[in-house]
Structures are given as structure tokens and as C-alpha cells.
């Protein structure tokens, strides 16, 4: 399965990396290759949007399922593909530095069953460290901008 940690540092109080992530809505908007999400309920929802698998550019639905949120630090998610074999987890972990900085860590293990697979997860394998860091910096920058407008 191929996977991917990304940290970053972010001048931020862990609270306020928790007061977004806490929220799906918040940070589906943020994936690469957003199209659209619906949220079926507080712990459910699904991803829509478009994944480069080598020649094939293809839109994906994805469900996300959070399987904990453990205030203040990290929200755990598994991910199945609907319209694709794909299946994954991940998490979004947050810890402290000092009072105002926070370590944000986000991690992805994304791996493909389909015919293609083969192909398919090798183009993950070289796809997912971009993958994971365009989603955690986005969220890191998104809630810097927030903060900054508070």
C-alpha cells in the first residue's frame, strides 16, 4: 500500500488546528482535485474529485469514514472507493510544541484492487507524497488564514 506522512510547523495554539479539522466540511474542500462532498452524517461522508492515474484521469467518489476524533490531537479516517477499488485510511495529528506552535502531521495509505492495479498503485506510490502534502499544507494555510481574519 502505498503511503506518505507530511509534517508541518504552524504557528498556531492546537486548539485552533482542532476547531478546523474537527469539522469535515472544513477540510473536504481542500483535497486535491476537489469536485464536490456531500456529508451524510457526523462521522460519514463522500469525496468527489479528480485523480491523475497515469494516462487515465478519472473523477473519484470516495466515502470517508471517521473512525475517531480524539480532542484536541487527531481525527482517523478510513476511505473506500465507490466508483473505483480503492481503499485507504489516513489521519490528521496535531501536536504541541510550546503554547503557540503546533507540529501538524498529516498521513495517507491509499492501495487500488482494480484490474489495473498494478499500474494504478505504482502511480499512488509516486503520486501520494504529493498527494499528502498539498492536502496538509492546504489545511495548515487555510487555518492561518482564518486565524489572521479573527
Do not use: C
Not at 464536490?36 to 470517508?64: A, C, M, P, Q, Y
Not at 498529516?106 to 484490474?115: H, I, Q, Y
Request: charged content about 25%; hydrophobic content about 40%.
Amino acid at each position: 500500500m502505498p503511503s506518505e506522512l507530511h509534517q508541518i510547523r504552524v504557528k498556531l495554539p492546537i486548539h485552533s488546528i482542532w476547531n478546523f479539522v474537527s469539522v469535515m466540511d472544513h477540510w473536504a474542500p481542500l483535497v486535491p482535485g476537489y469536485i464536490d462532498h456531500e456529508t451524510l452524517n457526523s462521522t460519514d461522508s463522500i469525496w468527489k474529485f479528480k485523480s491523475d492515474f497515469g494516462l487515465i484521469k478519472k473523477k473519484v467518489e470516495l466515502r470517508v469514514e471517521i473512525t475517531s476524533w480524539e480532542e484536541p490531537n487527531k481525527v482517523t479516517f478510513n476511505l473506500l472507493g465507490i466508483n473505483e477499488k480503492i481503499s485507504g485510511h489516513g489521519y490528521f495529528l496535531a501536536e504541541e510544541i510550546n503554547s503557540e506552535e503546533t507540529m501538524m502531521n498529516g498521513f495517507l495509505d491509499l492501495s487500488s484492487e482494480a484490474a489495473m492495479s498494478k499500474m494504478i498503485n505504482a502511480k499512488l506510490k509516486k503520486n501520494i507524497k504529493e498527494m499528502t502534502q498539498d492536502l496538509t499544507t492546504a489545511i495548515a494555510t487555510r487555518i492561518q488564514e482564518l486565524e489572521e481574519v479573527k
